[in-house]
């Protein structure tokens, strides 16, 4: 590194300084340059007196201020800041033959906010950043018209960088153990004493943020140790807590699909985001197709004991049972027709059995049953019980003419509630050629929430929330097909 010759410097001098050597102190510019003196650590005392605003140290708010001790003291030709590892910054100075020199003041502000943002060199930030407890050496290179050089020790602090925001936290590593829901998600960040020292930041309101969403109400571990930080955070999901939920649902959705998506990491405030790590993290999750098959399982299981059911008692839990005589139905003969409200209570039970498998092998976690779960099952039930109370007024007549001449009317009750198969008999109303509308449209939005709730518990590890309107809907669907079947014909 060449020292700067003065003669090559004084047009820039002239032209770079807007001030005049007269009575007061000159406001000098500050200028990157590649050549600044090697001037060994012990050298000797210079003539001047230094300060930053009268203090011996400095922050980017001050103005260094160089001032002469003696009358004979050398005229300055220039100046470097060296805060080590080869950031070296050049204050052009002015010249005069006249000594005293007069009072030289440099605003450190723009020096600094010129080097951030040129990132010349490449760990000018990084040392302003992870300086232990926020304060670093400055020294400053004197080279005066003679060749001589000199070095004075200062001290400066980051405080003010950080409030100002120029200055930002950096994630150095994030290690989880394991990656999924109730692990340990930890990350290592140098700076964090600094950060909190100059903000008066308050370590436990810190957030997590992933993939851009942030996870309130996780519980949070700062620990600041020789100036090293890390923040620890419990990877939980809180059903109690919507945004919670929320936000998790977001996250899982990546982790969770098809293809899973590595997980951005990064750190928050209750304000703005602070620090993002440079590289993702894989959450731990059971790959799709072995929650299908565990999913498959379940129903399968299911099914079984719906057979051992049917194998006892000829399917009739999902049946119709209106007080009709039992020597209406000729023995190994269909018995009576399907009830659709029994059939949609038991496929509610199936879904929500299903789908708490789906959730509880996603993610290792016991899946916790929320409002819409115990809704869709209260409406299933509630549609059942309601179907099961309201014989249809054709079903009843047949009924009392049956009980008046059993062997007359007996062929007639026998084809009016005779079983016809499974579809036609949840279709139509007792009686009935055809399918009936307000049983299509209960099927339709059965069939459409049914769909629903398996695709987010397949492929966002939660039961899903469904909204009022929804809920709403399929309670009026279920109530008008109760209603209908009273005032059948």
Same mark, same amino acid.
């Given at each position: 590194?060449?020292?700067? &010759? /003065?003669?090559?410097?004084?047009?820039?001098?002239?032209?770079?300084?807007?001030?005049?050597?007269?009575?007061?102190?000159?406001?000098?510019?500050?200028?990157?340059?590649?050549?600044?003196?090697?001037?060994?650590?012990?050298?000797?005392?210079?003539?001047?007196?230094?300060?930053?605003?009268?203090?011996?140290?400095?922050?980017?708010?001050?103005?260094?201020?160089?001032?002469?001790?003696?009358?004979?003291?050398?005229?300055?030709?220039?100046?470097?800041?060296?805060?080590?590892?080869?950031?070296?910054?050049?204050?052009?100075?002015?010249?005069?033959?006249?000594?005293?020199?007069?009072?030289?003041?440099?605003?450190?502000?723009?020096?600094?906010? *010129?080097?951030? @943002?040129?990132?010349?060199?490449?760990?000018?930030?990084?040392?302003?950043?992870?300086?232990?407890?926020?304060?670093?050496?400055?020294?400053?290179?004197?080279?005066?018209?003679?060749?001589?050089?000199?070095?004075?020790?200062?001290?400066?602090?980051?405080?003010?960088?950080?409030?100002?925001?120029?200055?930002?936290?950096?994630?150095?590593?994030?290690?989880?153990?394991?990656?999924?829901?109730?692990?340990?998600? *930890?990350?290592?960040?140098? +700076?964090?004493?600094?950060?909190?020292?100059?903000?008066?930041? &308050?370590?436990?309101?810190?957030?997590?943020?992933?993939?851009?969403?942030?996870? /309130?109400?996780?519980?949070?571990?700062?620990?600041?140790? &020789?100036?090293?930080?890390?923040?620890?955070?419990?990877?939980?999901?809180?059903?109690?807590?919507?945004?919670?939920?929320?936000?998790?649902?977001?996250?899982?959705? &990546?982790?969770?699909?098809?293809?899973?998506?590595?997980?951005?990491?990064?750190?928050?405030?209750?304000?703005?985001?602070?620090?993002?790590?440079?590289?993702?993290?894989?959450?731990?999750?059971?790959?799709?197709?072995?929650?299908?098959?565990?999913?498959?399982?379940?129903?399968?299981?299911?099914?079984?004991?719906?057979?051992?059911?049917?194998?006892?008692?000829?399917?009739?839990?999902?049946?119709?049972?209106?007080?009709?005589?039992?020597?209406?139905? /000729?023995?190994?003969?269909?018995? /009576?027709?399907? +009830?659709?409200?029994?059939?949609?209570?038991?496929?509610?039970?199936?879904?929500?059995?299903?789908?708490?498998?789906?959730?509880?092998?996603?993610?290792?976690?016991?899946?916790?049953?929320?409002?819409?779960?115990?809704?869709?099952?209260?409406?299933?039930?509630?549609?059942?019980?309601?179907?099961? @109370?309201?014989?249809?007024?054709?079903?009843?007549?047949?009924?009392?003419?049956?009980?008046?001449?059993?062997?007359?009317?007996?062929?007639?009750?026998?084809?009016?509630?005779?079983?016809?198969?499974?579809?036609?008999?949840?279709?139509?109303?007792?009686?009935?050629?055809?399918?009936?509308?307000?049983?299509?449209?209960?099927?339709?939005?059965?069939?459409?929430?049914?769909?629903?709730?398996?695709?987010?518990?397949?492929?966002?590890?939660?039961?899903?929330?469904?909204?009022?309107?929804?809920?709403?809907?399929?309670?009026?669907?279920?109530?008008?097909?109760?209603?209908?079947?009273?005032?059948?014909?």
């Amino acid at each position: 590194m060449r020292s700067p &010759d /003065p003669a090559r410097h004084a047009p820039a001098q002239q032209e770079g300084l807007q001030a005049t050597l007269t009575a007061g102190p000159v406001i000098a510019q500050a200028q990157s340059v590649d050549h600044c003196p090697k001037v060994p650590d012990q050298t000797t005392k210079a003539p001047l007196s230094l300060a930053c605003s009268g203090k011996s140290e400095c922050s980017a708010a001050d103005a260094l201020t160089v001032i002469s001790t003696s009358v004979a003291a050398p005229t300055i030709a220039s100046m470097c800041l060296d805060f080590g590892d080869g950031w070296l910054e050049w204050l052009q100075a002015a010249t005069s033959p006249l000594p005293p020199q007069a009072p030289m003041s440099y605003p450190l502000a723009p020096l600094i906010a *010129r080097a951030l @943002a040129d990132g010349r060199p490449a760990n000018v930030r990084a040392r302003l950043v992870r300086s232990p407890a926020g304060r670093l050496p400055m020294d400053v290179i004197i080279l005066d018209t003679t060749g001589s050089t000199f070095r004075e020790h200062l001290m400066f602090d980051t405080t003010s960088l950080w409030a100002s925001g120029q200055l930002s936290l950096e994630v150095q590593t994030v290690d989880c153990s394991p990656c999924r829901l109730d692990g340990i998600l *930890r990350m290592e960040i140098p +700076s964090l004493a600094n950060w909190r020292r100059a903000t008066i930041g &308050d370590l436990y309101k810190l957030q997590l943020v992933l993939n851009g969403a942030r996870i /309130p109400g996780l519980e949070v571990t700062p620990n600041l140790t &020789d100036g090293h930080g890390t923040v620890s955070f419990k990877l939980h999901r809180s059903s109690n807590q919507p945004a919670n939920v929320t936000a998790w649902d977001t996250v899982l959705g &990546d982790a969770l699909s098809w293809r899973p998506s590595p997980i951005t990491v990064a750190l928050a405030d209750d304000r703005n985001e602070l620090a993002r790590a440079s590289g993702p993290v894989m959450f731990e999750v059971m790959p799709i197709g072995k929650r299908v098959a565990w999913a498959g399982g379940a129903l399968t299981l299911l099914l079984l004991i719906g057979w051992w059911a049917d194998a006892k008692s000829g399917w009739t839990f999902l049946k119709d049972d209106f007080g009709i005589p039992p020597g209406v139905f /000729p023995k190994g003969q269909r018995g /009576p027709a399907f +009830s659709l409200g029994k059939t949609q209570m038991v496929l509610w039970t199936v879904i929500i059995i299903v789908g708490a498998v789906l959730v509880a092998v996603a993610l290792d976690e016991f899946p916790a049953f929320n409002d819409t779960a115990v809704i869709l099952l209260g409406i299933g039930t509630g549609t059942a019980v309601g179907a099961a @109370a309201v014989v249809p007024k054709v079903v009843t007549n047949a009924i009392a003419n049956y009980n008046a001449s059993p062997a007359a009317n007996g062929p007639a009750l026998l084809q009016l509630t005779q079983s016809q198969g499974f579809w036609q008999d949840i279709t139509r109303d007792y009686g009935s050629t055809s399918p009936d509308l307000h049983r299509l449209q209960n099927i339709a939005f059965t069939i459409v929430l049914m769909v629903m709730f398996m695709s987010t518990a397949l492929l966002h590890g939660v039961f899903p929330e469904f909204s009022s309107s929804w809920l709403t809907l399929m309670g009026v669907s279920g109530g008008a097909y109760v209603g209908f079947k009273a005032v059948g014909n």
